[in-house]
């Protein structure tokens, strides 16, 4: 199952992980993670764009997102790749799973 989680301060998101893998068929044919994946990199690519101080990232088994600055633009951009993960999840629901923490 993948794992998003989502860590707000201030009712304000700034830092979300994801985790593990779908499970929803083997690996390199997972349309549940490659479409998690694509969501994730195209909102995270898109926000650098925009600013490349905006968030930070690390990478390795897990991601983690670091988001450093606020706008309408980051914000829009991070709530967008939010719901479609969630809608995701609604089609999915034993393959990715998101908590806000």
Known sequence: ???VNISKKDSTINKITMSGHAGYDDYGKDIVCAAASSI???SVNA???YNKDAISY???DDL???INL?????DLLINNMLDLLTEL????KNNI???II
């Open 70 to 74: 606020h706008d309408n633009v980051i």
């Open 47 to 49: 926000i650098l764009k």
């Open 58 to 60: 690390v990478q390795d």
């Open 64 to 66: 983690e997102i670091t």
């Open 40 to 42: 994730v990199i195209t």
């Open 97 to 99: 799973k998101i908590n």
């Open 1 to 3: 199952m993948i794992k």
């Open 89 to 92: 999840k609604e089609q999915y």
